[in-house]
C-alpha cells in the first residue's frame, strides 16, 4: 500500500505541515542560482487529495502579515534585500525591488510556519514547505503586476524563487549567515 495508500497526519503544532518521516526532508541549502528545486510532485497530489494543499501557503502569508513576526522579518530584509538586488538585477525599479522585498517576507513566513508546526528538524525543510516556495514563486511570476516590474529580467521567476529561498533561509538561521554566505551561490544570468 504504501504512502499513498496513507491520509497525511496533520495533528502536529499548528497543523499545517503533515508529519513525515526524516528521510522525507531535503537539507536545508543557501539559495542558488545553479539549482532549480523540484517540488514534491507525490506529497503536493496526496495534501490535495485531502483538501490541504493550500495549508501552508495560506498560513505563510498569515504569519507574514502578523504584527509579531514583523521584527525578525524585517531584520531578514534588511540584511539581505540590498545585496540581492546588487547581485542579481542592480537596475531593479524601486516598485520591483519592493516586490522582491515582498517574495522575502513569503520566504520568512514560510519558516514561521515551519517552526510554528512542531516538525522543523535542524538542518532539514519539511517538502510541504518547499512545494509553498514552489507555489508563491508559480503564482507570483504569472501576475500581470509582477511581469510589467521584471519585464527587462528575463530569469524573473528564478530571481523570485531565490528571494523566497532567501527570506526563508534567513529565517531559519536567525540571519546569522553573513550576506557573502547567503548569496555566494546567486548569481546574475
Known amino acids: 500500500m504504501g504512502i499513498f495508500s496513507k491520509k497525511l497526519d496533520y495533528s502536529s503544532g499548528n497543523g499545517v505541515l503533515p508529519r513525515l518521516g526524516e528521510g522525507e526532508y531535503t537539507p536545508l541549502r543557501l539559495p542558488s542560482t545553479s539549482v532549480v528545486h523540484v517540488p514534491n510532485l507525490s506529497l503536493m497530489m496526496k495534501e490535495k487529495e485531502q483538501g490541504n494543499l493550500d495549508k501552508a501557503y495560506i498560513a505563510s502569508a498569515e504569519a ?17 534585500l540590498a545585496p540581492l538586488r546588487r547581485r542579481v538585477a542592480p537596475s531593479l525599479t524601486d516598485d520591483a525591488t519592493q516586490m522582491l522585498g515582498r517574495c522575502m517576507t513569503w520566504g520568512c513566513g514560510m519558516a514561521i510556519v515551519e517552526w510554528e508546526s512542531g516538525l522543523m528538524l535542524a538542518g532539514k525543510s519539511h517538502p510541504s514547505i518547499w512545494n509553498g516556495i514552489y507555489r508563491v514563486t508559480l503564482y507570483l511570476g504569472e501576475e500581470q503586476e509582477v511581469r510589467l516590474h521584471f519585464q527587462d ?16 533561509v534567513g529565517m531559519r538561521m536567525n540571519s546569522t549567515v553573513s550576506v557573502e554566505e547567503m548569496l555566494a551561490s546567486v548569481r546574475a544570468n
Open 153 to 168: 529580467i528575463p530569469f524573473y521567476k528564478h530571481l523570485l524563487s531565490i528571494a523566497v529561498e532567501v527570506g526563508y
Open 64 to 80: 507574514s502579515g502578523a504584527t509579531e513576526n514583523d521584527a525578525e522579518i524585517r531584520s531578514v530584509i534588511k540584511k539581505y
